[in-house]
DNA sequence: ATGTTAAAAGAGTCTTTTGTCTTAATATGA
DNA sequence: TCATATTAAGACAAAAGACTCTTTTAACAT
């Protein structure tokens, strides 16, 4: 039970590692994975899928590796969660209804259809830059 | 990327259709299992969870099955989540992170909390007698 | 050219979740 | 007693998710 994948939440985190260290330069996969405690190849197929959305650029040979493929104020987290997973947790239902919207209500929908365009907008607002910060201050943990 | 489980999605759907009935009869479980299209085995396993935790309870042999264990006003949804997730949504991460909590926050905690606090309260002043009345009515529905 | 560094791609394994099937155990009624 | 209806329990299978390993491709440095 959480409210997103596994995958997800190694993107996320990626992507907040990446922005954190402030500079343009590209930084590793490898180095990534060290740091965050995140194996290797699956972060890469990651990454992978968002540089393909074209939140993430990559380079290959020495000295390449992954950076933001735009400014960090214009990267939510949103768009990420959105790259990463195949199904959007903000039109399905609870209760795994289909044809789920207002015409068709299933009991929890007045309570869930209003916590879930919260939670959306909330991951909307969030920017990879407004996030960052703080971690590069030393003042939030990507890590356990 | 689902809230809560299919197991769980189960359980709360069942235990609707049992309070919509109205009456305090024993309700066979493949009579729910058919009405809703859930695989009748595998609901019989989920809702011995709700029996063992006290939710629910059963009777065999002819005109036994499932009865609410409490009046359906008394049974809120968390309670029926909590009793079929093992791990609680409402206490842990988006990010994963382990030992969360203010003292050691990761970046989306100041979001984060707040809505996993809100939804948290949502579920638990959802009882199963509030909506299980437009389901009886027709107005709402449990199936796709 | 050749070797080295790094991402890309894809096959393969392990684990968890979901679902099926079979066999008990319990209650009822003829 | 015996047949029937029902939950309980547990073995098993299929699918999805999470992770590993190997090979290929691209870029650079010498
Ligand atoms: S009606 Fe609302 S709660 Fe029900 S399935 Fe649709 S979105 Fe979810
Ligand atoms: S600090 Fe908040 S956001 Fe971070 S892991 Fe804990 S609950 Fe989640």
Known sequence: M?????????????????AARG????VPIHDISRDLGISFHFLTKILQKLTQNGLLK????????????RKAHDISLLEIVRAIEEHDIFSTCVLGLKNCGDSTPCPLHQHWARERTRIESSFGSMTLDKLSKPIANGTLRLTD
């Open 2 to 18: 959480a409210l997103i994948s596994k995958s997800c939440e190694y993107g996320l985190r990626a992507a907040l590692f990446i």
């Open 23 to 26: 500079d343009n330069g590209f």
């Open 58 to 69: 990559s380079y290959r040979g020495p000295s390449g590796g992954i950076a933001l493929a």
